[in-house]
Structure formats: structure tokens, C-alpha cells
Nanobody
Framework: QVQLVESGGGLVQAGGSLRLSCAAS????????MGWYRQAPGKQRELVAR???????MYAYSVKGRFTISRDNAKNTVYLQMNSLKPEDTAVYYC???????????WGQGTQVTVSS
């Protein structure tokens, strides 16, 4: 089993920055990729950014050029650097660990990001 713990959320003004962290522990040998998702009230949970075990990254169109996903394998930690934040970025952000098509996904507890106008 994999455990994920997120941190770094908070309240910022539009144009500000935050960095989210996701620390993984447990049976992490089977993880193929990790990503960040977000869910705003009344909306579907959406993929924000993803990074594979090989270092390939992917971003949602709405955050390209503003957000950066990175990893520190020695610390078993994935980061999401969020710059130029907008009010529409307000959501609960969840860390996800992907175990491949046939394996289970793991989720963190979520961290609230609120961007004021």
C-alpha cells in the first residue's frame, strides 16, 4: 500500500505563488507516474499535471506556462510549483500515484488552494 501526504496549500492573492509537496511512502516500488489533480466545488476532478517515472511531464492547457511539476526521487516527493495564480485555480488539490493500467491508484487527503481577486 502507498500513502501520500500533501502540504503547501493556502490562501494567496491573484498573481501570487505556492508550492505543493507530496511525500510518498509504503510500497512505492510499483509507482509508474505521479500527478496533481484538482476539484472545485460543483465541478469534475481534473488532471493538472503529471510526471512519469522517466521524467516526462504533462500539463493541463489552463496551467501551461504557469505551473511546473517536478520530483525528488531521493526524498520520494513530488512538487507542484504554481506561479501567476488566478482565482479560477481555487480548488482542493490532490496528489495521485499511478500504478499502471492494471494496478490501483492512490490518493492523498487533499490540500486547499484559495486564490483571491
Amino acid at each position: 500500500q502507498v500513502q501520500l501526504v500533501e502540504s503547501g496549500g493556502g490562501l494567496v492573492q491573484a498573481g501570487g505563488s505556492l508550492r505543493l509537496s507530496c511525500a510518498a511512502s509504503g510500497s512505492i516500488f510499483s509507482i509508474n507516474a505521479m500527478g496533481w489533480y484538482r476539484q472545485a466545488p460543483g465541478k469534475q476532478r481534473e488532471l493538472v499535471a503529471r510526471i512519469t517515472s522517466g521524467g516526462s511531464t504533462m500539463y493541463a492547457y489552463s496551467v501551461k506556462g504557469r505551473f511546473t511539476i517536478s520530483r525528488d526521487n531521493a526524498k520520494n516527493t513530488v512538487y507542484l510549483q504554481m506561479n501567476s495564480l488566478k482565482p479560477e485555480d481555487t480548488a482542493v488539490y490532490y496528489c495521485n500515484a499511478d500504478n499502471g493500467p492494471a494496478g490501483p491508484d492512490y490518493w492523498g487527503q487533499g490540500t486547499q488552494v484559495t486564490v483571491s481577486s
